[in-house]
């Protein structure tokens, strides 16, 4: 799982420490992925076929008396190595990555964020000053995303290097202590812009968790 159970508490108490200094609401949302990229099996299955099929052809086209550049012996090949291929690269996440494309993987975790953003209601908070840190763990992408509110007040490339360091933490393994850290950099940040107010409630919940790993966890 992307957390272990100290993890999930420690970013759940990460959460809390920091909003409880400033009235803005932080949600981490994990995310197991953001989209199924079937292309990238489709891909990776001809990829890793071709080769396959063009050192199986002349052996085959030969044995069957029917000469060692015959097409349809290379397509049966190719059809024969695509199929088992492709349902492994479906089935590998670590096969998968490589034939992403940075575009779509980009545009995808993009519509992710968004769309968890609004399903986690923080265009709805009293101040507008909701940030969501988005996290779609196959594509190891992280998102940013605040409200109205902050945006008014914050440079949206404030988030940029939280987002950097973030992005490699979690490419070495370390996930637990690094989003803690970045939420309590968000958190540091809002507080500059949205001090606390005395009627302050959690209006937000702290973490939602992609139901592979765990489930949603309210304040």
Known sequence: SFFTVEERE??????????????????????????????AATVGGFLLGLPLALLAMPWLGSFLWLGQGNVWIFLICLTFFYLPLRFLVAKTPALK????????????????ALASFYSHQLDATRERNGVLLFISVFE???????????????????????VDSLTA???????????????TDIGAVLRQHFPPRPDDQNELSDLMVAPDYAAPVSA
């Open 10 to 39: 420690a970013v759940i108490a990460a959460v809390r420490a920091a909003e409880s200094e400033t009235s803005g609401e932080i949600v981490v949302s994990i995310a197991t992925a953001s989209h199924g990229y079937p292309q």
């Open 169 to 183: 933490a979690i490419r070495h393994g370390d996930h637990g202590p690094a989003v803690c850290r970045t939420v």
């Open 97 to 112: 990555r490589l034939f992403l494309f940075t575009e779509q993987v980009e545009e995808e975790v993009g519509e992710a």
């Open 140 to 162: 190891r992408r992280v998102f940013i995303l605040a409200d109205k509110g902050v945006n008014e007040r914050i440079e949206t490339t404030c988030w940029r290097g939280m």
